[in-house]
C-alpha cells in the first residue's frame, strides 16, 4: 500500500497506472474509518485494479460553528484498515496544497443543496463539491464509491459528475449499523453513554415510519409528529429537521404514493446525528 | 475530420484516443473563425498528435442584454477553416446535450472576476468557467489554447485548472491584428463601415499609452484621461472601461514601475469591443 502525501504524487500514480491500462476505483474520506468506510472499500476492491482512499478533513465544508477543530483522527489506526481491505493507494493531503494562496473556485449546485442538511449548514454542499472534483480530478477514477448515510451528499455528487460531465461512475454503500440499529458514524465518538443511548432515537424513528407506512399511513405530517414525539422522549435530544422527500430531487412531499425518503438530523447533547431510509410503500 | 455532435460521441473519440497513447491538444471557440482562432489552431497543431476544435455558443456566458440571439455564426466557413488548420475533430454539441433538465452546477472565481469585464458582465465568467470546465472533461485534452485578447479569461482559466486540478496545460496564443490594428473579433461583423474606422480607437489607445510609458510616465491617472480623450474623440465610441492593472491579479496599478496590462473596454455604436496589451516599462 502506498502513502502519497502531495497532490502531485498522487497524480503521477493514477496516471502511471492508467499508462498500465489500470481500473481505478475511489473511497474519498475524512478519515478516522469506521465499519462504514470499510463497507465502501470492500465495494469498491472486486470492481478495479486499484482502490484508492483519501483521508483530508476539509476545512471549507465545516461552518463556523462547526467541529471542524474537535473532528477525530487517527491515522494509524485508518491505514491498518485500508491495508486489511485492500486498498493499494492512501492519498493524505495537506490542506496548503490542497488550498493553496489565491486559490478561488467555488462548485456550487443550485436546488439539491437548499433541502435537508443543506438548509442548516448553508456553505457545506459548496465545499463538498469543491473538494470532491479537485480529489476526482487528483485521483483520476474510473469509479468512486459513496456512502448513502449521507444520502443528500451522494445526490449531489451524481449530480456534479452529469453537470460537469466527468466520466466517473458513482456507487452507493448502503448505510452500516451498530448492532442495535445506530448507523455508524466518525461523530458517534463525541457521545456520552447516555448520549449513545439516546443516538438510538434515529433508527427506531426511521423504523416506527417504515412501520406506519406499511400499514398504510400516508400523511408525512402525521408521521413526522410521530417521530417528533418519539425522539423527544429521549433525553438530551433535539430535532434539527424530519423530511420525507423526493429521493432524487429531495423535494418535500406531503402524501406518500411513491418511494420516499425520510431523512433525519437529530442533535443530541452537542453532536449533530444524521440518519435515512428509503420507503416503498408499495411494499 | 471527425465532426462529433453530442457529449457522448466526443468522449468516447477522446477515450480512444487516450487508448492509443495520441495527446490532445484543444481549442475551444464559439465560431465565426476568424485569423485569431486559426493562429490558435496552428499554435496547438505541432505540439500534439490530435487537435480538437469546439464550436458552442454558450448561453450561460451571455447576460440577459447581451447578442446571444444575435451572435454571428457560419459553420460551414468554420468547418473550412478547420481543416485546413489541421483539425481533426471538430464538437458540435447542441445546447440541450451540454445544459439537460436538472443542470444546476456553477462554477465560481472569488476574485478574478470582480475585475475588468466581470465589473460589467457578473454572470460572464461563472457561465465561462463552468462551461470550459464540462468541455475539458468532454474533449480531455493535455493543453488547450485561449487567446490573449480575452486577457480576463485566460487568466481566469489558468487559476480555473490550478484551482480544480485540472492535469491540462494552457497555453496562450497572441492577439491577431488587422493590418490597422484592429484586434480581430467576431463581432467586428456587427461594425458598420464608420464605426470599423471608430473601432481603430482601442488599438491606438495601446499605441498612445506604450508610448507615454516608454517615454517615462508612470501615472495610471493621467493615462487613463489622455486614452479617454483619444477614445472620444472617435464618433459613437463609449468607454467601459480602461484599466491598468497586475497581469496576474487583475488588481488595479496607480503607479507603474513593474510589468503592468492595459485593458480597455469600448462601446463603438452597440457593439462592445475588448483589446489589451502588457507594457513593460523597464524596456
Not at 488550498?99 to 443543496?113: A, C, M, V
Not at 452529469?162 to 465518538?189: Q, V
Not at 410521530?226 to 429537521?241: C, G, N, R
Request: net charge neutral.
Amino acid at each position: 500500500m502506498e502513502i502519497l502525501k502531495t497532490k502531485a504524487d498522487m497524480q503521477a500514480w493514477s496516471k502511471n497506472k492508467k499508462k498500465q491500462s489500470r481500473t481505478l476505483c475511489f473511497v474519498p474520506t475524512m478519515g478516522y474509518l469506521h465499519q462504514g468506510h470499510v463497507s465502501l472499500m470492500e465495494k469498491g476492491r472486486p470492481l478495479c485494479d486499484e482502490l484508492v482512499l483519501s483521508i483530508f478533513v476539509n476545512p471549507t465544508q465545516f461552518g463556523p460553528n462547526e467541529d471542524l477543530s474537535s473532528y477525530p483522527s487517527n491515522i494509524e489506526n485508518d491505514l491498518l484498515l485500508a491495508e486489511k481491505a485492500g486498498v493499494t493507494a492512501v492519498f493524505l493531503p495537506h490542506k496548503k496544497d490542497m488550498y493553496p494562496e489565491h486559490f478561488q473556485t467555488e462548485i456550487k449546485l443550485q436546488s439539491l443543496p437548499r433541502h435537508l442538511c443543506g438548509k442548516f449548514r448553508p456553505v457545506h454542499f459548496a465545499g463538498v463539491a469543491t473538494v470532491v472534483t479537485k480529489l476526482f480530478n487528483i485521483v483520476m477514477p474510473d469509479m468512486a464509491v459513496f456512502g448513502m448515510k449521507d444520502y443528500q451528499q451522494l445526490q449531489i455528487i451524481r449530480q456534479l459528475v452529469l453537470d460537469l460531465d466527468l466520466d466517473i461512475r458513482i456507487l452507493a454503500g448502503e448505510i452500516i449499523r451498530e448492532k442495535d440499529g445506530l448507523a455508524m458514524s466518525s461523530r458517534n465518538a463525541y457521545l456520552s453513554e447516555a448520549q449513545r443511548a439516546s443516538a438510538l432515537s434515529l433508527s427506531r424513528s426511521l423504523d416506527l415510519a417504515r412501520e406506519l407506512v406499511a400499514k398504510g399511513e400516508k400523511s408525512s405530517a402525521l408521521l413526522r409528529s410521530k417521530i417528533e414525539a418519539l425522539i423527544h422522549s429521549f433525553p438530551e435530544t433535539e430535532v434539527e429537521y424530519i423530511s420525507f422527500c423526493r429521493p432524487e430531487t429531495l423535494e418535500e412531499i406531503e402524501v406518500i404514493e411513491t418511494k420516499v425518503l425520510l431523512a433525519l438530523a437529530v442533535k443530541v447533547g452537542k453532536t449533530r446525528l444524521i440518519d435515512n431510509v428509503l420507503i416503498n410503500p408499495g411494499r
